[in-house]
């Protein structure tokens, strides 16, 4: 954490939910024009939170961007109550964006959803001008997940914006033929980066942080 700073503040929803949110500084901003990262949080209901992302966002403050973490609602210090299916918080993942425009004076953003946070994060991508990408760190597209973010799948992958989905080859929710038949639907530019042999939990996990880094990094420089 040498190269960054954090700041903590308080963003307040459309419906009043006041979300707990860090903003993760780099000491020197490498480009003023640079795209502010937006992380969205795996599931709240089985424990997800903002610190799982801690490592990625500090990894991209200290590469000279702007990163931003919250807890959705329901989850740590953030009021509300979290939803099963993800749809009260693509509000909270709204207003979060709409604080970065407004406080951070940016107009572009990319919106990277880990796990649950990524159905959940894909449904606002189109819903928020300034978002120009989308980075998936383990979408859920399995029979047993779709059941609660099902509904999520359309709006992103009816999106002309860019996407990357990156994935373990032993993701247990969704295999690698899952996925790849879900994107052959998908409007715009449509990547996928498979890590071969990591489950799931295991990509979610620090010792990956500094690839989803590397990963988050080389797909903003093909913006």
Known sequence: MSNCTVETCTVETSDGVKLSTRLFKPREEINKGNPVVVLVHPYS????????????????????????TFDMRGVGRSTGRASLTGFAEIKDVIA??????ENLSADRILLVGSSAGAPIAGSAVDQIE?????VSLGYPFGMIASILFGRHHKAVLQSPKPKIFIMGTKDGFTS??????????AAGRVETHLIEGVSHFQMEGPAY???????????IASL
Do not use: H, P, T
Request: proline share 0%; aromatic share 8%; net charge positive.
């Open 176 to 185: 690698v033929q899952q996925l790849k038949n879900k994107l052959r639907s």
């Open 45 to 68: 209901v089985l424990g997800g939170c903002q610190g799982l992302l801690r490592g990625i966002a500090a990894g991209l403050a200290d590469r000279g961007y702007k990163a931003v």
């Open 96 to 101: 979060v964006c709409k604080w970065v425009c």
């Open 209 to 219: 942080d500094a690839q989803m880094v590397n990963l988050i990094l080389e797909f």
């Open 130 to 134: 300034q978002v120009v990408g989308y």
